[in-house]
């Protein structure tokens, strides 16, 4: 295939200054469908459309992936890839339930809804524990560790501050002793919020032409489906987990960029 980008795009940090409007405006639209009751399919959907501005942040988390199967009984609603440098590829699973569903009831007890989200979070590691093969060929990295140093993480997104915020140090405890992040919709609309944009990935990717570096940042795109990863991996060559420096022609290939892209591209023409 072939892997070469001659495409230079503008500058991406124009998005922390005159070109703001759009990242404001994703957000805006995103905080319209948190004020809808709607299925976890729909939020799901939206977040995957726009994962690099709800879910990386140029210095560790990189890459998100969605719907990616564990075997025939999982699927994680998404995983990003955080790079640990010298100590590897990490993960961080993430389950997502409603915003309008709240974490904690009456007495300070898990909704039924958090229950079952921490049940299925337990389900993930069960299976990675017994699959330890198949996982590091799945997620490449340099060990399966999920407790002490974990390299794979867990999260769940359930409730927002308002119907989260009377039993927040509970549900802070109970995250803490399950070793599962437990976070409310609100944080990731403040995590894009802060978004900080970079022109290129010139730090990591110094050795890489710019097109590519430029292209390796860019915010609007598609997180990669099952199908997009099982075929990254197939296509990249393994160097101790390292694959995502390796071969980023490859993770271009297959990246897919969302309608905001050509947005920008045509508001920012000639700049």
Do not use: C
């Not at 109970?174 to 978004?195: H, N, P, V």
């Not at 099982?230 to 296509?235: N, T």
């Amino acid at each position: 295939m072939d892997y070469s980008f001659e495409k230079i795009v503008p500058d991406w940090s124009l998005l922390n200054r005159e070109y703001r409007y759009i990242i404001d405006e994703i957000i805006e639209e995103w905080e319209g469908l948190l004020q809808k009751d709607l299925n976890e399919e729909e939020y799901h959907k939206f977040l995957s459309k726009h994962s690099q501005i709800f879910f990386t942040d140029y210095y560790e988390k990189e890459y998100v992936i969605s719907k990616l199967r564990l075997g025939a009984d999982y699927i994680p609603d998404f995983i990003v890839t955080i790079n640990k440098r010298s100590y590897g590829i990490y993960y961080e699973f993430i389950e997502i339930e409603s915003p309008h569903s709240p974490p904690y009831v009456k007495k300070g007890q898990p909704s039924e809804r958090l229950s079952q989200a921490v049940q299925q979070v337990m389900n993930w590691q069960e299976w990675i524990k017994d699959n330890r093969y198949q996982i590091r060929k799945l997620l490449q990295s340099s060990g399966v560790r999920l407790f002490r140093n974990p390299n794979f993480r867990f999260k769940i997104i359930i409730g927002n501050s308002e119907n989260s915020k009377q039993w927040l140090e509970e549900r802070n405890q109970y995250s803490k002793k399950l070793g599962i992040e437990i976070r409310s919709f609100d944080s990731l609309t403040y995590f894009a919020q802060q978004k900080y944009f970079k022109w290129k990935y010139d730090d990591k990717y110094h050795q890489f032409p710019e097109n590519i570096q430029q292209q390796l940042a860019n915010p609007f795109v598609y997180a990669y489906s099952d199908s997009d990863w099982r075929s990254i991996l197939r296509e990249s060559k393994y160097q101790r987990s390292s694959y995502v420096f390796s071969n980023p022609g490859v993770l271009l290939f297959y990246q897919q960029s969302n309608d905001a892209y050509d947005r920008f591209f045509e508001e920012t023409e000639g700049n």
